[in-house]
């Protein structure tokens, strides 16, 4: 098998003195182990004391609280009223969370296959609600699938740690990493075989690009690697199974604009027509390589990130700029190189990007022919994964961005000069 498919990340090359020598290569890379769980094990949710942000995940707002995934354990809840000096609340310990969306006073969590709900409307007394049990059969945390087997009420998940190693090659020869590169293909195989406008008075929360988990006039809408999972909220604080709806494999982001869904999977941009939202109908799919992409919208033009570095596998990196004004027939205007981009936001004339381990790039994206020379700023020296720009707030403009290296907010008043008020580290470092 080729080194490729393998290894994630070069580190360093070094040793190599010639064709007949000893090559040295040290690298670091993705190790995936399996574990499984009872149901027992994962149903446990419960609030406990704030704790540091170790591996952080996505990032959600609604009214001045922040709440940030720590992958796979739950989500931190802290009170970012002041930007300059966000206060740890709580934890919510949720097993097997990366999701999170909130209506009114409730919040939504995916934890490995069920869906909880949360009245989170007394942050000292946070309560689960309700419990749908068993609503979700698979899904996808850092490039590491789980299942669930109903029937022996067992979850098959994968670890990831990061392995570091020296391998000595005839420097001709490629090299599979000695201490192992988990990667179950029967096991992958056998799960996939088969900004809201409501018309109501609730309020809702705001996501980030990588979100999979998206809200829309009396609905909750989930997505998996290969379906849309519909809740009825119409009472927020007791979801109901509503429609699912089958969509090819690969399904990656969801993100809601007006009456439509965008939808990002590795292999194009889905849209969907969300005028009767309890069906949403596909009207169109924008194709491009094999590679992972979120979504953002505003007005007729919809931007897409692509990043190799994945389970996706592929080799591009760079931003499509797409025309919408034709739901039914989107057209590419232009794609712009880019280093490694992972999640995005718009606050038009504004667009952010994050560039992985390359930082944040801001953008004017007024002319959508020339964003490459419209690069206002690129903030480097943090991992940047996913952002979410709130427009004014208390007479300044805040900026969301989440990375493996910690939470950080600016203020983008003057994008040509980001001003950084606040960052949350995380306890240790980490990567991608």
């Known amino acids: 098998m080729k080194l490729s498919v393998y290894l994630l990340f070069m580190v360093s090359l070094s040793g190599m003195t010639g064709c007949t020598d000893t090559c040295k290569e040290t690298r670091t890379f993705r190790r995936y ?58 934890f919510l310990r949720i097993p097997g969370n990366g999701d999170i969306a909130i209506r009114d006073n409730v919040l939504y969590a995916d934890s490995y296959m069920d869906l909880l709900a949360f009245d989170i ?5 946070i309560r689960v609600v309700k419990r749908v049990e068993a609503v979700f059969q698979n899904g996808i945390f850092e490039g590491a699938y789980w299942a669930y087997n109903a029937q022996s009420g067992i979850i098959s998940d994968q670890t990831v740690d990061y392995v570091t190693e020296t391998v000595e090659t005839d420097c001709e020869e490629d090299v599979t990493p000695r201490n192992g590169w988990f990667w179950n293909r029967g096991f992958v195989t056998s799960q996939f075989a088969s900004a809201d406008v409501s018309q109501t008075n609730t309020t809702n929360g705001v996501a980030g690009s990588m979100a999979r988990f998206a809200l829309y006039d009396k609905y909750l809408y989930t997505i998996n690697s290969a379906e849309m999972q519909l809740f009825d909220i119409k009472n927020p604080a007791n979801p109901e199974v509503g429609n699912k709806i089958q969509m090819g494999w690969g399904i990656e982001t969801i993100f809601p604009y007006k009456d439509k869904l965008f939808i990002g999977s590795q292999t194009g941009m889905y849209i969907y027509d969300n005028v009767n939202p309890e069906k949403p109908v596909q009207l169109s799919v924008f194709q491009h390589a094999r590679v992972c992409d979120p979504v953002v919208v505003h007005d007729n033009t919809a931007y897409v990130t692509l990043r190799s570095g994945t389970v996706c596998q592929g080799f591009t990196n760079q931003l499509d700029v797409i025309d919408i004004t034709s739901l039914t027939s989107p057209r590419l205007l232009r794609s712009f190189p880019m280093k490694n981009p992972h999640g995005l936001g718009v606050d038009f004339p504004n667009l952010f990007v994050c560039e992985g381990a390359y930082g944040l790039k801001s953008f004017d994206a007024r002319d959508p022919q020339n964003i490459d020379r419209n690069l206002l700023q690129h903030l480097e020296g943090m991992n940047a994964y996913d952002v979410i720009p709130l427009g004014t707030v208390n007479a300044t403009k805040v900026l969301l961005m989440i990375g493996k290296d910690g939470f950080y907010q600016y203020d983008y008043q003057n994008p040509r000069q980001l001003r950084l008020l606040s960052k949350i580290p995380v306890s240790r470092p980490t990567y991608y």
């Open 33 to 90: 182990s399996p574990v499984s769980f009872t149901t027992a094990q994962v149903r446990q949710a419960r609030v406990e004391s704030g704790r540091p942000l170790i591996k952080p995940g996505k990032i959600y707002t609604k009214d001045g609280y922040l709440f940030i995934n720590e992958l796979k354990e739950g989500i931190h809840i802290i009170d970012n009223r002041n930007p300059t000096a966000p206060k740890t609340v709580a």
């Open 121 to 125: 409307s007394n942050l000292s007394n």
